[in-house]
């Protein structure tokens, strides 16, 4: 089962990789470092809420939206279904 910080994680990433930016555009434009950007993708740390602000803006997406998608992936996990 996986964690909601690798959740929150994969949903940053899908949402990157369709916005076409690499981690390091992706870092620059939400005032991190893009290792943290990696960490964050990876599900390795807790963020605050701030942080999630942040990478919200930079990902063109209201935070509701991805808080959304890591509730539906979370609910098909709980469901034994896997979110596409």
Do not use: C
């Not at 942080?51 to 919200?56: G, H, S």
């Not at 991805?66 to 896997?82: F, H, S």
Request: positive net charge; aromatic residues 4%; without cysteine.
């Amino acid at each position: 089962m996986a964690k909601i910080e690798e959740i929150f994680g994969a949903v940053v990433r899908k949402r990157r990789n369709k916005l076409g930016l690499s981690q390091e555009a992706f870092a620059d434009k939400a005032g991190i470092h893009r290792t943290y950007v990696s960490s964050i993708e990876l599900g390795k740390v807790q963020i605050s809420i701030g942080i999630a602000q942040q990478l919200a803006e930079a990902l063109e997406a209201p935070l509701s939206k991805l808080w959304r998608e890591v509730e539906r992936r979370l609910e098909a996990q709980d469901g034994g279904t896997e979110p596409t």
